[in-house]
Structures are given as structure tokens and as C-alpha cells.
């Protein structure tokens, strides 16, 4: 077997650089606070960092509003700061991926500003501009319809997100090459990798036609996307060894496996049919089955079960007050499933969302919770996060003992679980197996060797297989191998 690209050992740990470390005191996170906290990454063995845009941007979308494509936002620091955030990863054998956005830019960028200012203007169709609008509706519920006048013009502009992010123009190839260029030019700087936001926006009905009644979507995943992945690839492909991972936001599998099995598209793709489906065990493990018989190992799966748009797993699956135990049975399941975990900052510390008062609610779309600012240190108010008296966001109420301080010194916290299985992901290489294990269970096997079970119900269940106990999921550190506790995952060594 040949051996695996990095982005296929361990696993890829998301920063939302608003809320991981500030080191300038303003209370918004920071590149050089990234820069002093790797050692808290390398001790995880994370193979690559990716960060969410660190761009220049009015911050409408806090930062998935690019206002220029090759900058750094000075919230955030300098290029400067972040070839030294790159350096200082690359020292320790992590690698960076940046969030390229291609389908959007800042209603403040300067093409956008140009694309405005008049209907004849050279960059006018960089856009897409219409007189009458159609029934496209924006991705955000309250931004309600994806059109928005322009008084100036008269006409209307499309943006799939907030008015602040107007649609690029994919179908002019002068967009495209302009948005190839963004990617040679982070790619000469050093960096690894991109994920691309909202990749399927990129390739839309070129006729615009109304999606109400239509069999498919016409505001997305249109036919051209594959040409669209072939050319950005090409690009990424003039660079050796990096990689591309798409925010495949589908709910079709089939269409998800179409970005990934030729091998000349993409990398990796978040698997959204994995994250949007409820808690349970049947649903889990068609989920993991899916994506094998479809790629019929033509492509290496991605699993996430968090990020900065979604609740976090403590809390959306605590509707029986068992979202801690799941928090870190899941952390067993991704590092444990054959493909490339995908690690939200703090889903190792298994936090939980913030509580945000109405008067501090910032983000549009309901997701100031899941983006709380990391603590660090046990010690308000700062948390060792920052030294200003408040952060942009409130801390969870448990920063005082969920922090990472606390937690190394708990031979039993989430965080030394999380250590544990990065410790022993190496070994968990080999083929895997699904394991019939009874309802409620899903388990599968690695190489023949481990067993990895993971309990979805809220009771005791026996497990039908021997073995000596590697890791569990349970806090209370569970030996009895021949059962799983209420929502337990673990990983037995079978007896051979
Ligand atoms: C992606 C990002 C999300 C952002 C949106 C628009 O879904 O993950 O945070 O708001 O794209 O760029």
C-alpha cells in the first residue's frame, strides 16, 4: 500500500482565529496568538491547522467577507505574522491550510466597487447583476431574498449569503483566473492547503432560472462544477503535496462522492449528510457505509461532527442530558474510523456552547454560541485567552474547569481522551470492517486487530466481543469491556 499523504494520517484541527488566542490585549484572537499556542497543537499530533479567513474584511461574516484576497486583516496581524505562523507550524511538523472564498467577496471589495459604480464598467459582469431578481433565497434565513437592489444602477446583485457578500461571477473566466491567481499566491507563500468555502455555489444555472418547483437546485452544484474543481486543481497540482478540502454543504452522498473519486478534483470533502443527521445508531453507520460503497475506495472519507457554523456536539446532543459522554465518544469515532478527522478547536476540550445574552449576539445566523473564545487558564476574566477585561464573545460558563490548563492536569479529561487517540491513531491504519455489534451500537474493526464500538443509546448495553480495553470514551474510566456504559465509545485490542 503506498503510504499516506499527510492529510490523510492524523487529523486537521480547525481555529477560528476570532476566538483561539489574543495576544494583543483587543479581545479578538490573533495570529501571534496561534504562533504561542502550537505546543498546545503539536502535544495533539495535529497534522495540519486550518484557519478561517484571516483576510482583510468589514467582518459583516466575520471574515467570509474577503475584501482582499492576499492580505492579512489587521485584527489579526501582518503577512508578516503569518509567514512566522507558517514557519513556526512547518518547525513542528504541522501543516496550514487557509479558507479560500471563491463564491463571494466583501460588498467593500474593490472589484466589487468598480462592478457598481456603473453598468458599462469593465468589472460589471465580474458579478451577476439582473434587472428582475429571481426566487433564490440567501442561505441565511434573515437575510431573507439573495437579491439586493443597487440604487445607483437600478439593477440587482445576487449574494447566496448576506447582502455584504456579493456573488462572484464563475461564469466569466476572468473571475476564475483572478481567483486562480489568489490560490498560486498563498500556495508561493508556503501554505498547504485550502478549504474551499461553500465550494458548490461556484457553478450556478447560468440562465438563472427560479428554483421553485425545479427538480434540482439551479443556485448551486450546477454541471459546471466539475470543470470549475478540474481547473482549481490543476492549479493546486502545480505545487507538490498539497491539498484541497471542500465544504460540500450537499445532502446527496452521490453528489458529495462526484467532487472526490476521480481524482482530479478534490481532496477531501466535509461530509454534511454525516453532521445534519440526528443522534442514532442506525443513521451513523449508514452513514460511514454510504460513503465506502459509493467511492468503492476511490476516495479517503473526511468525518466532522463540528465547526464554526454549528452547535457543538455537547450541547446539540444533550436532549437527555448525555452530551458530555457524547462529546468524547465522538472524538473515539473520528480518530477511530478509517479517513481524516476533522477537529474543531475546543471539541477537545469538549466544550459546550456559549449561553449569549440577547444584547451580545453578533453573527446573523445564530452562531455566537459555537464560537466562544477557547480558555486557556482557570483565572476570569480573561481565561488566558485575553488580558482585556471582556472578549468578543462570552466564554462558556464552564471555562473555569472545562479550560485547558485544568483539564492536562485531569489524567481522565477530554483533553488527555483526545491525547490518547492521537497517540494511537497510527495504529488504526489498517481496513476496516463494520462489526455487528445490536442495535443501538455501531462498531466496526481495524485491520482485524481493534474493535471500535460506539454505544448511541442512553442505557447499559452488552457488547458481544472479548478483548483488553485500549481506550474509553467514559470519564469515570471504564474497565468492564464486556459492556458499553450509556453513550460509551471504546477501543478494544481482540484477543486473537
Ligand atoms: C461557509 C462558512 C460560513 C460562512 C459562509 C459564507 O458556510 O463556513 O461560516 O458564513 O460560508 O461564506
Redesign the pocket.
Known sequence: MAEPAWWQRGAIYQIYPRSFADSNGDGVGDLKGITARLDHLAELKVEGIWL?PIFPSPMA??G??VADYCDVDPVFGTLADLDELIAEAHGRGIKLILDW?P??SSDQHPWFLESKSSKDNPKRDWYVWRDEPNDWMS??TACGPAWTLDETTGQHYLH??MPE?PDLNWDNPEVEAAMHDVIRFWMDRGVDGLRL??IPRIAKDPLLRDQAGAARAHNEDWDTIHERLRGIRAVVDEYEDRMIVG?V?LQDLHRVVAYLQYGNQLHLAHNFVFIDQDWGAEAYATAIDDFERLTEGAAWPAWFLA???KHRPRSRFDHDGLGAQRARAILVMLYALKGTPFIYQGEELGLPDAQIPPERVVDV?G?DPERAPIPWTPEAPGYGFTTADDAWLPFVDEAGTLNAQTQQADPRSTLNLTKALAALRPQLTGEQELFDAGPGIVAWTRDGTYLVAVNFTDTELPLNATGTLVISSDPRGAVESASLLPSEALILRLAV
Open positions: 478561517s461574516d466575520f467570509y467577507d472564498v463564491n463571494h442561505v441565511f447566496s449569503f457578500q468555502d461553500a465544504e454543504a465547526n464554526h457554523d445566523d452562531r
